[in-house]
């Protein structure tokens, strides 16, 4: 039973979905379609600003409306904690 326990937790982060706004280049580049350059990409339009949903992938170079239907679901959108979100809670 604790073999089964391990397997399924094992499969669920594998095929978990990967952080727009938290995933390193290595983390994006393992989703099928995603290389180096579009990695690079996706890192370069977070550090402008995090993204707020999957959609924005078409804001990003090298995407188009076509690529990211086929691969939105392998990625998610955590929220990203900014300076001004954060004083507006004080």
Known sequence: ???????????????AAVDLNT???QELMSVKGIGE??????????????FKSV???VNVKGFGDKSVEKIKNEF????VKTETSVESKK
Not at 76 to 79: A, L, N, R, W
Request: aromatic share 8%; proline share 3%.
């Open 23 to 25: 995933a390193s280049k």
């Open 1 to 15: 039973m604790k073999i089964l326990m391990a397997l399924l937790l094992a499969v669920s982060w594998i095929f």
């Open 76 to 79: 998610s959108v955590s929220e």
């Open 55 to 57: 959609d924005e992938l």
């Open 37 to 50: 350059i579009k990695a690079q990409a996706i890192l370069d339009y977070r550090a402008k600003q995090p």
